[in-house]
Structures are given as C-alpha cells and as structure tokens.
C-alpha cells in the first residue's frame, strides 16, 4: 500500500514542497529512504522506529521505501521525521482518521542548565563569547590588522588557543572578502574549484592579535569554554564596519563589495 503526505522542505530560506511517499510491500524486512536524503534524513529511519513503538503501535515488519519527492532536490535535516512517521502508520493499515488531516511539528532546542539534578540532561558544555576589530590600511584600503577577544573560560592550553582563533580569523577573511560558492536551484555547485576565490597566504594580514580572556571557568571540562565555530562569527561584520568608517558605505552581501579584495569584473 502506497500513502502520500505532503510535506515542507527548505533551500536556504524559500520553503518547496515535498511529497513524502510511503510504501509497505512484501519481502524481507528493510526499511529504504530515498531521493537525496542527507546523513540526517537517513537517521530518521531509527528515530521514526523508536517513535512508532513509543506511541504504542507495532512497527511494520515489512519492506519500507519512503521516497522524498522531487527526487532531485537534496533534503537535508529532521523534519521529514514527522510525514515520514504519519505515512509508515497509515500504510500499515490504520489510522483513517489522519484523512485530510494536517500535522505539525516543532524542533524544540531545549537545553538544561549545567549541573542539572535530572537524568540525561541536555547541556552544552559551555557558552562563550567574542568580539573582534578589523583596522585597515587607509592608503590601500586592506586589512592592516584583526584583533580578536575570546572568552575562553579557563585555558588549558594557550598556545592552542590562539591557533584556534588566529585559524577562524584567516577562515573568516576568505568568507567576508573573496570567497563565492555559487550553486543552482539544486544546490548543485556551479564554478570550477580555481573560480572560488579562495582566500590566499599573501592576502593575510601582516598582523592577527589573538587575546585569549580567561575568567574563572565551570566546573566541567576543566573550566575550559568551547572556542569551536565562534572564532568565524565576528570577522565579516568587523571587516564590514571598518569599510564603512572608511568610506560611508553599508556593504551587504558577501563577499564585501568594493574592496581592494573583490574580484574584477
């Protein structure tokens, strides 16, 4: 038995429709996902399986294809879980009463406070902040020098410290300054490897001031506070705010328009 659900996915902020076609045939037992799911959306097949025996239901011993229509757009994330749970149920036989019916789902981003009295809690293991400061040469108009201030709770090993933030900085000039992934409606890329602008060593500031913060930490994880992706956050907009002190312009997209870095037309 064959049972369609429509669904919603995303490609970048613009919402498409998604058929999510759910079919139970015999055969031994497997349960396929197809139509470009990514590693997430392949996932579901262990979170909808948990899910169906929580609400009380058999889960079918069947073959299981559930396929994610249009076919050739990649889906991505966990919100196909909830068709693809609705479709599995109804196709084993039951719930008429999901007709015409409409369902929602929301991703709840709940987090407990460090230390939590209750079990299994969920925590990050620390939040932290930066801030960064882009100076420019005025008579070349280039990034003369990037300061950046890390919050870094207890570090453990400075050295390590500073490579990481001096690492998201040089990462982070390339996104802001010359750097253009461009796909199509498919999210297909659509430039050749040497056309994306990759940020280069020459490019790199003659100066990257790393100022790692310590402050009395928490109590896990040795009192360190994770410095991961955070180092890539402040630097365009730094960069952006320093070309407009220079020359009064709001620049807007990435990479950073008429700049000594942008790419001649």
Known sequence: MVVCVDSLGLQGIEGYG??????????LPAFELVGLPDAAVKEARERVRSAVKNCGFSFPVSRITVNLAPANRRKAGTVYDL??????????????????????GEYL???????????????????????????????TGRVKKMVAAHDVGK????????????????????YALTEQYPIDENCKPTAKYGMLGLFRANQIPPEIQAIVVEKPGLNVAGGAIGIGEITSIPTAPAIADAYF??????????????????RKK
């Open 18 to 27: 998604v058929r999510v076609e759910c079919d139970l045939a015999g055969g």
């Open 155 to 174: 570090a453990v090993n400075p050295l390590s410290c500073e490579g990481q933030i001096e690492g998201g900085v040089v990462m982070s000039l390339g």
């Open 83 to 104: 068709p693809i749970l609705l479709g599995i149920l109804k196709a084993s036989g039951g719930l008429d009463a999901l007709n015409g019916q409409e369902f929602y």
């Open 109 to 139: 981003g709940k987090t407990d406070p460090l230390g939590a009295p209750v079990p299994n809690p969920v925590s990050h293991v620390a939040y932290g902040y930066a801030t960064q400061m882009c100076i420019l040469d005025r008579e």
């Open 245 to 262: 002190r220079l020359d009064g312009q709001r620049r807007l997209t990435l990479p950073l328009e008429n700049t000594p870095y942008a």
